[in-house]
């Protein structure tokens, strides 16, 4: 089964490809994505946690997130935890 297909979801709803534009609604979508091992979805729902997109604002969910996608290789996520500062 490819889990990418939750990923692709999220995204149609993210960006409202042929749908309404719903971020909220593309949030599940990710998290089921990103559970199971999706790195671009690990990604994609540490963003959100961060910076309140479509989900309240939660760091420390953002940064176990962002752990998970950078020991896959997500350069990005690495950036991310480089620049890190506790509350």
Request: with cysteine; net charge positive.
């Amino acid at each position: 089964y490819d889990h990418h297909i939750y990923y692709q979801y999220g995204s149609i709803y993210y960006n409202g490809h042929g749908v309404r534009k719903d971020i909220a609604k593309s949030f599940p979508y990710f998290c089921r994505a990103a559970e199971r091992g999706v790195e671009s979805a690990q990604f994609t729902v540490a963003t959100m946690l961060l910076y309140g997109q479509g989900v309240a604002v939660d760091k420390a969910k953002a940064k176990k997130w962002f752990q998970k996608a950078a020991a896959q290789g997500c350069k990005d996520s690495q950036n991310y935890l480089n620049s890190w500062v506790d509350d």
